[in-house]
């Protein structure tokens, strides 16, 4: 497994930005497939961006064009940057790394076998 650590959460006001950042340490960051997932109070966690180690992404369609998900192996850390940020962006956020077996599988949970403790986003109106 890896080991994940989120920072950059907190509080925006609509249309703001914020950059998450996830560290990674453990088995070889740069062969895995990182993904965000995020979870809003009283709703199932659900997929936001993930990109695989060789740059392949995919994105949720909401955010799609607001958001950009990179990641820098020599660091071992990958980012979410989120612009025009919006009041239903508000959840926890969590970093995620696996090695999918497919396609399909980079866009749930199940394709991920570590993660994050996750962090707080809190879009205001």
């Known amino acids: 497994q890896v080991q994940l650590v989120e920072s950059g959460g907190g509080l925006v006001q609509a249309g703001g930005s914020l950059r998450l950042s996830c560290a990674a340490s453990?088995?070889?960051?740069?062969?895995?497939?990182m993904g965000w997932f995020r979870q809003a109070p009283g709703k199932e966690r659900e997929f936001v961006a993930s990109?695989?180690?060789?740059?392949?992404?995919f994105y949720l369609g909401s955010v799609r064009g607001r958001f950009t998900i990179s990641r820098d192996n020599a660091k071992n850390t990958v980012y979410l940057q989120m612009n025009s940020l919006k009041p239903e962006d508000t959840a926890v956020y969590y970093c995620?790394?696996?090695?999918?077996?497919?396609?399909?599988?980079?866009?749930?949970?199940?394709?991920?076998?570590?993660w994050g403790q996750g962090t707080q986003v809190t879009v205001s109106s």
């Open positions: 990109i695989s180690w060789i740059g392949i992404t």
């Open positions: 995620a790394a696996g090695r999918p077996p497919h396609s399909g599988a980079v866009l749930t949970a199940t394709g991920y076998d570590s």
């Open positions: 453990g088995r070889t960051f740069s062969r895995d497939t």
